[in-house]
């Protein structure tokens, strides 16, 4: 018996040291030795005991069965001490398997019989709070857990001090009160160190490495897990705490797209919790399968792993387990393309009031904007709007700046959907891409690029390759390696920052070392404590015109450099033309989609509705015009200069039943003959000096559309007999060609000459002259309409900018030269000088218009003198003023495209773009610019 009992103390010390399987063998020594004996207590302690062990090493069916031993014998005896230890250890059972319910009961039941111990009261007040962090009763956890710490520390139980540190960390990690958790594990680490405590080591580095994870370390998040992860193995590889860590850091790897390995850790914890009957995490770990097959485009395999996670989880009940898996089904049901949108929704609406339940309104607020981004993508804008507001209230509310940011970014990505939903069944570009997912699309459309890059990578040895586009709109960043929009967006605003500064902006760039460049590596966010060690960047070239830029980089990761070389500069500079040449055709889809655009806009504003007039013989002008637009006979145009003949061509063509083909345009008087003939009619390769490819002719390239020929009193003679004969024959012959080719052409010709008086001079031909005044309409000038100059002038000017009744007056009153274009680019010059008053009165007008008027003393307009210069504003910054508002005016004018705005300016493009980031001008929120 003695023997027994030494055998039972050797296997305690065992146990505490984690040598758990020399601790059993012991164990079953002492039993076989005490049990032909009456001591029932001492062999319900080797039961005890051996439950324990079982219970460290994941045994948990022989470990139920020792702790029912062990209850049984305590009971015979009346020994209360131990029935408390057995009933406290069958909670902690059914704790493991998620059965909170019973847990709580066997807990409660081991208080009531341990009134008046202390120690044992420390410790199962201690453990009935750690049940309440998984039924979602924190405020009662909390209370239980620190009346628990405060008993243990009065009472001097390390074991029960560490563990209440830890849970209390646990709980804060939760509510993400991350201060709070901190200061608690380091607590608990200080009292493990003192005590040198196994177990609770390698659990304190799993709390401290969940909670790197969420403030946003994953890079420190995966080592300490990994060391964790190692020591449980070592201490008891088949046990609870081992599938836990390695749940967690699957996750951690996930993060990282490190996918092959988290598939393989997140196996083996959803392997080892089977065995071990661990619901929650049996649950858990399929939630992580499932988010990891979603990753790799598997959304079969994801949505059956996420729904039967989701059952086990809900079985289980614990509510915070089950708001943030909800988030991550509908994220993999949302990125399957699930088409049962409700379904979604109403996952997401489920988490939400979970957490709200919680108090956790970070996940609460964060659930509303995952729930918006969802809703947006599926063009249901209201709804996606009402849950951003509803976000950014809540991250108000918590002080979340940084997400509140992120929702205001989203939201103004949205504002331009929303004007291009109703739009995006007409453009025949995203009709065509309906039948391929969107990622599917982004790869046909980039495919070649990607090819290119990933040869250039293998042959430089590049960390990573990526091209920074200058689109017509906007930058673009494509690359070989897989980023994240926000990566992209990230390395868009620094890359742009640093053009010009550590890079070269016209000649190739080479830094050989930049691993202490923060600037350099602040560009993308390296993995594993890597830093960028080299960067090459050099200018794409197109037609001696820069449009863009090819940025390769490498990487270290043991601070040693591995700097680019001559040859790799070499090769890349040789190899920007191709690419160049691959950015060409892909701009050449952009601009289709541009010009798709503008057509949609010629159609919506050159109708007969948008004519602005109220004058008698205008209106009778236009009724007649409406009856022959979709006649095919020529009609002509008369008109004096900056009359409208332009806009009359065009409103005819968009209202005839030719609108869906070409509109082309000619200024006759604009080319010189030899060039005008080519251009009208093309020409064959070789007919003349420099003709090194065959041409298409306008007429050609106006097939079955509308030929608008402007200024045709300047015509030469020479190329009126081809005209004549196309409206003849219809028919042309390319220049140095012999076949003549069919071609189906209205003809609109304007003049602001009399044709007549041109025929009867010679100037002009009679029998062309006929066939094409069969029909002819006048546009009165503005001085024979006055009524109109004030409905004119309201419409240049708008809603906002009124006129007094005298500027009013003095306007209609004069005539101006260039007619409606010379008064519509006066009132908008007044816009401008109004400012923010938006009054404009006779003091603006120009100098000509006044004297003329008889109001003034003939004296030139000057922009308003009357400022007093000082240090702090001077000539330079009154002068960046005006311009400043130039260019917004002409960005609004011209829809935020910055190449037409900066014609309209009549300065280069890329002046337009430094002014713009000079004076911090965001072309994308020009209507809420003042």
């Keep these: 018996f003695e023997l027994g009992l030494y055998r039972l103390l050797e296997a305690r010390n065992f146990f ?68 408390i230890d057995a009933l406290n250890g069958l909670g902690k059972l059914a704790f493991i398997r998620s059965d909170f319910k019973k847990a709580a009961q066997y807990v409660n039941d081991s208080i009531e019989l341990s009134k008046g111990d202390n120690i044992r009261m420390a410790r199962l007040i201690g453990n009935l709070g750690r049940i309440e962090i998984h039924t979602g009763d ?49 607590s608990a680490s200080m009292i493990i160190e003192k005590n040198d405590f196994c177990r609770e080591s390698i659990i304190l580095q799993e709390y401290e490495g969940e909670l790197a994870f969420e403030m946003g370390d994953i890079v420190g998040a995966k080592k300490i897990l990994t060391r964790a992860y190692d020591q449980g193995r070592e201490l008891a590889g088949e046990s609870t705490l081992v599938s836990q860590i390695a749940r967690r850091l699957a996750v951690v790897e996930q993060a990282l797209e490190n996918l092959d390995d988290a598939l393989r850790i997140a196996q083996k914890a959803l392997n080892l919790s089977l065995r071990l009957d661990e619901k929650a995490e049996i649950g858990l770990c399929r939630i992580v399968i499932g988010e990891i097959f979603a990753s790799r485009k598997n959304y079969n395999s994801a949505k059956d792993y996420c729904q039967s996670g989701l059952e086990d989880i809900r079985e289980v009940g614990d509510k915070y387990d089950l708001a943030r898996s909800l988030l991550i089904v509908a994220k993999v049901y949302s990125d399957s393309g699930e088409k049962n949108r409700n379904g979604i929704v109403k996952l997401y609406d489920e988490a939400f009031r979970l957490f709200n339940s ?39 509310k918590i002080s979340e700046r940084a997400r509140i940011r992120s929702i205001q970014l989203y939201m103004q990505e949205l504002s331009k959907l929303a004007v291009n939903v109703s739009l995006s069944s007409k453009n025949e570009y995203k009709i065509f891409g309906n039948y391929f997912s969107e990622r599917e699309y982004g790869d046909i459309k980039a495919g070649q690029i990607e090819e290119i890059l990933n040869i250039l990578a293998d042959r430089t040895n590049a960390g990573r390759v990526i091209i920074y586009s200058i689109g017509q709109n906007e930058t673009e960043v494509l690359s070989q390696t897989s980023l994240s929009r926000h990566q992209k967006k990230k390395f868009a605003q620094q ?54 830029y090819l940025y390769l980089d490498r990487l270290s990761s043991n601070g040693t450099i591995k700097p680019f070389g001559q040859n790799e500069l070499n090769f890349v500079v040789g190899f920007a033309d191709l690419i160049s040449f691959k950015l060409a055709e892909y701009d050449k889809t952009v601009l289709e989609e541009d010009n798709k655009r503008l057509k949609a806009q010629l159609l919506e504003k050159a109708t007969f509705p948008n004519i602005i007039t109220q004058s008698k013989p205008m209106l009778e002008m236009l009724s007649r015009v409406q009856q022959v637009v979709d006649s095919d006979i020529s009609l002509s ?40 003939e080519s251009e009208l009619f093309g020409y064959k390769k070789g007919a003349f000096t420099g003709a090194d490819k065959d041409k298409t002719g306008l007429f050609e390239e106006a097939d079955n559309g ?13 190329i009126q007999a081809k005209v004549l004969r196309i409206l003849e024959e219809k028919e042309i012959v390319r220049l140095g060609e012999t076949k003549s080719c069919q071609v189906d052409v209205r003809i609109i010709s304007a003049t602001n000459k009399d044709l007549k008086v ?56 004069f005539d101006l030269p260039g007619y409606v274009r010379e008064r519509y680019n006066e009132v908008k010059k007044l816009v401008l000088l109004s400012g923010e008053s938006g009054v404009v009165d006779s003091s603006l007008l120009s100098s000509k218009i006044v004297k003329a008027s008889g109001n003034g003393d003939g004296r030139e307009l000057e922009i308003n003198t009357d400022v007093d210069f000082d240090d702090k504003f001077s000539l330079y910054d009154y002068l960046a003023e005006y311009e ?29 773009r430094l002014k713009i980031k000079q004076y911090n001008i965001d072309s994308a929120g020009l209507n809420s610019v003042n």
């Excluded at 996940?363 to 804008?381: D, L, P, T, V």
């Excluded at 509308?706 to 020479?718: H, K, N, R, V, Y």
């Excluded at 010679?762 to 069969?774: K, N, P, S, V």
Aim: glycine share 6%.
């Design 495 to 548: 890359f742009e920052e640093l053009l010009g500064e550590e890079i070269n902006a016209e000649q190739p760039t080479l830094m050989f070392d930049t691993r202490r460049d923060p600037f350099i590596n602040d560009l993308l966010q390296t993995e594993n404590g890597k830093v960028i060690s080299s960067i090459l960047v050099t200018p794409l070239r197109l037609r001696n015109e820069i449009t863009g």
């Design 16 to 83: 505490y040291e984690g040598d758990y399987s020399k601790s059993i063998k012991l164990c079953e020594s002492a039993n076989n030795l005490l049990a032909s004996s009456a001591l029932h207590g001492r062999v319900g302690r080797v039961q005890w005991m051996l439950y324990k062990n079982y219970s460290a090493l994941g045994k948990l069916g022989k470990a139920e069965v020792c702790i029912r031993d062990a209850f049984a014998f305590f009971r015979r005896i009346d020994d209360n001490e131990g029935m």
């Design 358 to 396: 919680l108090k956790l309104f970070y996940w609460s607020a964060e659930c509303r904007f995952k729930q918006g981004i969802f809703c947006c993508e599926r063009a249901n804008i209201s709804r996606g709007f009402k849950n951003l507001y509803e976000a950014e209230k809540i991250f108000e």
């Design 884 to 912: 400043k508002r130039f260019i917004i005016k002409a960005l609004r004018d011209q829809n935020g495209v910055k190449k037409h705005a900066a014609a309209f300016l009549n300065i280069p493009e890329s002046t337009l």
């Design 758 to 813: 041109e025929m009867e001079a010679g100037r002009f031909r009679q029998d062309l002259y006929y066939r094409l005044t069969a029909l002819c309409f006048r546009i009165p000038p503005l001085r024979e309409r006055r009524e109109d100059i004030p409905i004119l002038i309201r419409h240049f000017a708008g809603d906002k900018i009124k006129f007094t009744p005298d500027t009013m007056k003095i306007m209609v009153a």
């Design 637 to 676: 145009i008369e008109g004096e200069t900056g009359s409208g003949k332009d806009l009359l061509a065009k409103t005819i063509h968009y209202s005839s039943n030719r609108r869906d083909k070409r509109f082309i345009s000619v200024n006759c008087a604009a080319l010189p003959e030899s060039l005008l």
């Design 706 to 718: 509308t030929f608008f020929l402007d200024e045709i009193a300047d015509m030469p003679m020479s």
């Design 138 to 186: 924190w405020k009662s956890a909390e209370h239980n857990l620190k009346t628990s710490l405060k008993l243990a520390y009065e009472l001097k139980q390390p074991t029960s001090i560490v563990r209440d540190h830890l849970s209390l960390g646990y709980l804060y990690l939760r509510q993400r009160q991350f201060i709070l958790a901190s200061r608690e594990l380091k």
